[in-house]
């Protein structure tokens, strides 16, 4: 049995390095050496903890680790490396990019007039243009090169090969207008509409020396400022590229007043939204978790079984049902409110009712969990304690403040702690329900009346009208995490599961 | 601290518990009776439908522009490959953090939980991105593929269950399996013959939960999978109702039924074991 299981693990990990190296030569042929130095550290690490026999523990651990660092430690650096940068619409391209780019850009030089042209056509395909400048003398333009010749030299040159007719240079436009003809060092000749050529000549000029570009035409310099060139005046050129700025993302986020102010309303929300939720469902939860467990009371179990089924819907289809409940023109809540109270509700449109709404739904979702989680603890509850109560003269009010709900708490107070910073970051609801709407008017970043810092930042990073920002999207996610981070460090104080972790080392 | 009842203690707890009742089931209701309602629209529905009809069902089945049934298999692929995978991973990392004693054993804890606490989704832009250089290398776990999403589902998957798992093992005694190993087995056959069987109670929780969650997760998925075939119901579901409520609610309510079915089987199914490991610390998605 043993040596079966050995030789299973040879072939295993023979298999493996078989697709080891057959990735690393392809890697290798497409000039990935990067990813090529991870794969065989890689490789050389997956290949000691199978052969060591020191290194057992970690062929458990092997599985689970590759996936998490891969898709969750290697995204979470990135982010952090993001949060520091420009990165969003107007810097999205690297530097090299834009220097290029802008390089590209060139002026017109109407003084030099236009040119006129015939394009010939020879037997290999190849064009070949025969030029007039303004002043009427002739130039045979091929291969990106001019010559100047008389009309006797152009004819001989050119005998034998079929000219286009207007009809084909229109097909053959951007053929046409890709080529360029140096005239002198800096301008050359390029298509400018269908019946002439046009000089042009190159706006920047980059000087990697320097790193600087200069227009050629007015003889600004510009230098690489915080992700843009910038001239001297101030002014920048666009687009910008992708740049690390150090602290600009959280400078920005708690000095610029524009930003910081809805960043702030959102945040108060967040909070109030959480500690709503926790509060709610736990009330609705505990009370009837109170009721159910009364021996006394018939139909205990058909209660249970209904009142926790909202738990077994996915969320998600419940938010999208909810949506369509709430329907402020054709939803049946409103058609109620009317047939009984004569006037809807602008469930989505109005800051106040919007979340109401939330709240209701959330608390749909939510108190099945909390009814379970406390009968669970209530029946924990040694019935004793209540027996001794009763015998002193306790109030059935003073049994539940001084017994029941203590002793509860114990058990269920991490959880609250944990549902706390499970809402914290709830944004499925918010999403599927109002999308954080309505907005918050005059706010430079798109932010909304019910947006939770979680789908601010979705929206910063994904959905801005304005454009996006993954820069600063990067920084609130890691603010987001820090405080998560927190309350959660906080709740395994708590537990005592950080003791449990050091006292098992 | 509970008595007999009196009358009057009897009609007001029934009528409270009617009333919340009522409450949990007035959507699930309200949905059911709409995805037979052949008028497909939210004007003028009524409780009970006046010609109930499968119409909406069919269109769910056949509909060319929106092929929701397919969204539904998708979803239940994905969901069971990610969902047995994540036990079987996250059982062996689990099962070295509780057995064995190595060096990095405190800081792979420490981590799983910190990590834990990070939002995958908020770094969907880098995954996106790493997804389309790992695509150009290896096609088949490129951008729009099933398979890539579920290697992504894998990595998110692993702090909270391996803690989940780790507290079981714990109080499963380590006798178990030295008394197997003294019988000739080697390690791995006493945590795959002894450990395995006995912790079937927190894999089923473990699978229930990531089932759920990798069922219900949207941002991701929406990020990654681009054509409409492929998409999982949680995303084609929103693109399918968009804000069309009043137009297409009878076909999406008859959806929201077939698509919510799976997991209320699974729960019902699993339910009491949920219930354990709900009270030990997990958060349904």
């Known amino acids: 049995m043993m040596e079966l299981g050995k030789l299973i693990k040879v072939v295993l990990l023979g298999i493996l390095n078989v697709v080891f190296i057959w990735t690393a030569l392809f890697l290798y042929g497409i000039q990935a050496y990067w990813i090529l130095l991870l794969l065989l550290v890689g490789a050389a690490l997956i290949n000691y903890v199978f052969i060591s026999e020191k290194a057992y523990p970690y062929r458990y651990l092997l599985p689970a680790s590759f996936f998490m660092i891969l898709l969750v430690v290697y995204p979470i650096l990135y982010t952090v490396y993001v949060s520091l940068t420009n990165y969003g619409t107007g810097n999205i391209l690297s530097k090299e990019q834009v220097i290029a780019q802008l390089q590209d850009r060139r002026i017109l030089d109407a003084d030099a007039g236009n040119y006129s042209y015939r394009v010939f056509r020879d037997s290999t395909g190849q064009l070949w243009f025969l030029f007039a400048d303004p002043q009427g003398s002739l130039l045979l333009g091929y291969e990106g090169k001019l010559e100047a010749v008389t009309e006797e030299e152009a004819s001989a040159r050119l005998a034998g090969f079929s000219e286009l007719a207007r009809a084909e240079v229109v097909r053959a436009t951007n053929e046409l207008s890709a080529l360029s003809f140096a005239l002198d060092e800096v301008s050359y000749l390029q298509m400018r509409n269908i019946y002439s050529f046009g000089v042009y000549r190159p706006q920047y000029q980059y000087s990697p020396e320097r790193d600087e570009l200069t227009d050629l035409e007015s003889g600004i310099v510009y230098t690489p400022v915080l992700g843009y060139f910038q001239a001297p005046d101030g002014t920048r050129l666009t687009p910008g590229f992708r740049e690390v700025i150090g602290l600009g993302n959280f400078r920005k986020l708690f000095a610029n007043p524009q930003v910081t102010g809805p960043f702030f309303r959102v945040f108060l929300w967040t909070v109030e939204w959480a500690l709503l939720s926790v509060g709610c469902t736990f009330a609705v939860g505990l009370f009837l978790a109170l009721l159910l467990n009364d021996p006394y009371l018939r139909l205990r179990k058909f209660y249970r079984g209904i009142l926790i089924l909202p738990y077994a819907v996915p969320a998600f289809i419940s938010a999208l049902i909810w949506r369509g409940l709430f329907h402020t023109e054709l939803g049946v809540i409103n058609r109620i409110l009317k047939a009984t109270i004569g006037s809807g509700v602008p469930w989505l449109q109005d800051p106040f009712w919007a979340k109401v709404a939330l709240v209701i739904l959330n608390l749909w979702l939510g108190f099945p969990y909390m009814m379970i989680v406390c009968l669970g603890a209530l029946q924990s509850i040694d019935n004793e304690m209540y027996e001794a109560a009763v015998v002193d003269g306790a109030s059935p009010w003073q049994q539940f403040s001084h017994i029941t709900l203590p002793l509860l708490m114990v058990s269920v107070a991490p959880l609250l702690i944990a549902s706390f910073s499970f809402n914290f970051n709830n944004f499925s609801v918010i999403y599927l329900l109002t999308r954080g709407r309505p907005p918050i008017v005059n706010a430079q970043t798109p932010a909304g009346h019910t947006d939770i810092l979680i789908s601010y930042t979705y929206r910063l990073a994904f959905e801005s009208g304005r454009g996006v920002d993954y820069g600063l999207a990067s920084a609130v996610t890691l603010v987001i995490f820090l405080i998560t981070g927190a309350i959660t460090f906080l709740n395994f104080r708590f537990t005592g599961e950080l003791e449990e972790v050091r006292k098992n080392v | ?285």
Do not use: C
């Open chain 2, 1 to 285: 601290m509970y008595r007999r009842h009196t009358l009057f203690g009897s009609i007001w707890r029934h009528a409270v518990l009617l009333i919340f009742v009522a409450f949990a089931l007035f959507p699930i209701l309200w949905v059911l009776s709409a995805s037979f309602n052949p008028a497909n629209t939210l004007v003028g529905q009524s409780l009970i439908p006046r010609n109930p009809s499968l119409d909406n069902y069919r269109e769910v089945f056949t509909s060319e522009q929106y092929p929701i049934a397919g969204w539904i298999r998708n979803s239940v692929v994905i969901g069971l490959i990610t969902s047995t995978l994540v036990v079987v991973m996250t059982a062996f990392a689990a099962y070295a953090f509780s057995r064995f004693r190595f060096r990095g054993r405190r800081t792979g804890l420490f981590a799983s939980l910190l990590i834990q606490v990070f939002p995958q989704m908020l770094a969907a832009v880098s995954i996106y991105l790493l997804v389309l250089s790992i695509g150009r290398i290896i096609p088949a776990l490129g951008i729009n593929t099933h398979a890539g999403l579920i290697m992504v589902y894998l990595g998110g998957a692993m702090g909270v269950n391996a803690w989940l798992m780790k507290g079981y093992f714990d109080t499963i005694p380590s006798s178990l399996e030295e008394s197997a190993m003294i019988d000739g087995a080697s390690p791995f056959q006493a945590f795959f013959m002894i450990i395995l069987p006995l912790a079937r109670p927190i894999l089923a929780v473990v699978f229930l939960l990531q089932f759920i969650g990798t069922y219900s997760e949207f941002i991701l998925a929406s990020i990654l999978i681009t054509s409409t075939e492929k998409y999982t119901l949680a995303v084609g579901l929103q693109f399918f109702i968009q804000d069309q409520y009043a137009s297409r609610w009878g076909v999406f309510a008859a959806a929201s039924v077939l698509g919510a079915l799976p997991i209320v089987i699974l729960f019902t199914l699993l339910q009491k074991n949920l219930v354990t490991g709900l009270t030990s610390g997990a958060v349904k998605g």
